[in-house]
């Protein structure tokens, strides 16, 4: 259920609901909205008494959820969240973010000549894997602390914000304090204990979707990191299993709008991963910015043919720079922006 406030209700009779609401033995989530702040309740086995909190102070009325998740959904937030991580780098936002970036962090060379190439582009987010989950575990796993430490210090040198992968407890902890963003994998969308880890992370998380998931369970996945106390979340479509063989996986953007009418969390789009060919890259992203996406997680490469991992659909800064400007062009359409080169 749903505690929708009144527009002046004050601080002071937010709270009074909220204690009132874990009296009550639940958990109360105040998420305030530019309207009113509605006040979601978790943690109830049956439905939950209205009559007590309908009379409260401040109160317009207590409005069941018709869906089986309740903090990621729209009736809980009119407007889009915007994830604002400050010196003008915010997900959800006018701007596109874009967040490039090769797909592991193999050495120091090489983040820094790659990052130094997407920021001259406008990338104001930097991606690299320090924690990689491969297919095989004899492939490349990444570099660990090592890597974070390298993010780190791309972050000191060009101001980019860091977007990384956690894959275990350990590597939560660690992602936690060096990133600025919190990536789940696609193969851990549904790894229930490292998403509610997340959930009481102090950064905002990606999420990747699932590769057979389907919108409800994306969805329910970020549920449970929202369930816990982290409303930063971010969703990121990354391509999904089909039949089709001319693709590494299908990119499916028409999730855009259904995540839009179900949601008020942002959505990325991730064509990288999305169609696994270098060569697909950059029709994906012009056509992922003009079905609305909120971002794009683009991996890119400068020596993409000596890449540890995923060289085949890194495009090299060149393309990456070509990229970004014919998405500027297309948000503009959009009333959208992208941050100049
Ligand atoms: C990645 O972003 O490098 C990655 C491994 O992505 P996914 O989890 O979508 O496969
Ligand atoms: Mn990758």
Redesign the pocket.
């Known amino acids: 259920m749903l505690v929708m406030m009144h527009a002046q209700a004050s601080a002071e009779q937010i709270a009074a609901v909220c204690r009132k609401i874990e009296e009550m033995g639940y958990k109360a989530h105040p998420i305030p909205g530019s309207m009113r702040t509605a006040i979601g309740i978790t943690g109830n086995r049956g439905p939950v008494e209205a009559a007590p909190l309908e009379a409260m102070p401040g109160v317009a009325e207590c409005v069941p959820v018709s869906k089986p998740y309740k903090l990621v959904s729209r009736e809980v937030k009119e407007e889009t969240t915007v994830i604002d991580l400050g010196d003008g780098a915010a997900i959800g936002g006018t701007e596109i973010a874009v967040i490039a970036g090769p797909?592991?962090v193999e050495s120091r060379e090489q983040a820094f000549a790659i990052a130094a190439a997407v920021s001259r582009a406008g990338a104001r987010f930097f991606?690299g894997?320090a924690y990689?989950?491969r297919t095989s575990p004899y492939s490349f796993q990444g570099l660990a602390e090592e890597g974070l430490r390298i993010l780190r210090d791309v972050r000191e040198e060009f101001g980019l914000k860091i977007v990384t992968?956690a894959v275990d407890g350990e590597s939560m902890g660690l992602v936690e304090h060096y990133a600025d963003v919190i990536?789940?994998?696609?193969?851990?969308m549904q790894n229930f204990p490292l998403l509610r880890l997340a959930g009481r992370a102090s950064k905002p998380v990606l999420l990747?979707?699932g590769?057979s998931a389907t919108l409800d369970e994306l969805l329910m996945a970020a549920e449970y990191i929202l369930a816990e106390g982290n409303y930063r979340v971010i969703l990121?479509e990354?391509?999904i299993r089909t039949f089709a063989d001319h693709t590494r996986n299908t990119l499916d953007l028409s999730v855009i709008p259904a995540v839009k009418r179900l949601s008020h969390l942002p959505i990325i789009v991730?064509p990288?991963?999305g169609t696994g060919r270098r060569e697909k890259v950059l029709p994906l992203s012009r056509a992922a910015v003009a079905a609305g996406a909120d971002g794009l997680?683009i991996?890119v490469h400068h020596r993409p043919e000596e890449a540890l991992?995923?060289g085949y659909q890194s495009i090299v800064p060149e393309d990456f720079a070509l990229l970004m400007a014919q998405i500027r062009r297309i948000a503009s359409v959009l009333e959208r922006t992208v941050a100049p080169a």
């Open positions: 797909c592991a991606r894997g990689k989950p992968e990536q789940i994998g696609a193969r851990n990747k979707r590769i990121c990354r391509g991730d990288s991963h997680l991996e991992s995923d």
